[in-house]
T-cell receptor, first 112, second 113 residues
């Protein structure tokens, strides 16, 4: 089962930053935090992942707390197209056979 | 570089028929994963394959379901004698290294009537 806890749903005004929290208090030292999202009826889309340092790419930023027990995905300027279910996943990096386990995620609604 | 290609996008089968779902991974990706998403539910891992080998099938139902990833050609998820409960979206993902930055296809929506 998923090792993460996320709010069920969140709203965000268009153009504002969307901050999606994730708790992973039992994370191990070699486990990464991955974020995916699923726009309605489409396949999940990889967003970003990180181990302990903050990460940024063209889609989002990932802020991981110093104790690594929680993280926040930031969409700097949310648009209507960012409305989706966002999944925070914890697993061992790019080794091992443990599959990506999707929980229930956070349903983000971006409102005009 | 084309993404993960799944076909057909929509598949309708009568109870008792066979369903074959195809997945062509991204170029250079040798790791393929299949997931199932039942209506209004989350994504559930089914099977992980590498070329010609099944690595992890812990999420596959014990009967009627099989998967393959031959040396040449797409990965195939096969469901024999389909039942209404098999109606779902089936997603395939691929990655260049095991589980690293797995990219998903658009899915095949199977409807059993």
């Amino acid at each position: 089962d998923a090792k993460t806890t996320q709010p069920t749903s969140m709203d965000c005004a268009e153009g504002r930053a969307a901050n999606l929290p994730c708790n992973h208090s039992t994370i191990s030292g070699n486990e990464y935090v991955y974020w995916y999202r699923q726009i309605h009826s489409q396949g999940p889309q990889y967003i970003i992942h990180g181990l302990k340092n903050n990460e940024t790419n063209e889609m989002a930023s990932l802020i991981i707390t110093e104790d690594r027990k929680s993280s926040t995905l930031i969409l700097p300027h949310a648009t209507l197209r960012d409305t989706a279910v966002y999944y925070c996943i914890v697993r061992v990096g790019n080794s091992g056979n443990t599959p990506l386990v999707f929980g229930k995620g956070t349903r983000l609604s971006v409102i005009a | 570089n084309a993404g993960v290609m799944q076909n057909p996008r929509h598949l309708v089968r009568r109870r008792g028929q066979e369903a074959r779902l195809r997945c062509s991974p991204m170029k250079g990706h040798s790791h393929v994963y299949w997931y199932r998403q039942l209506p209004e539910e989350g994504l559930k891992f089914m099977v992980y394959l590498q070329k010609e080998n099944i690595i992890d099938e812990s999420g596959m139902p014990k009967e009627r379901f099989s998967a393959e990833f031959p040396k040449e050609g797409p990965s195939i998820l096969r469901i024999q004698q389909v039942v209404r409960g098999d109606s779902a979206a089936y997603f395939c993902a691929s990655s260049p290294e095991i589980w690293f930055e797995a990219f998903f296809g658009q899915g095949t929506r199977l409807t059993v009537v």
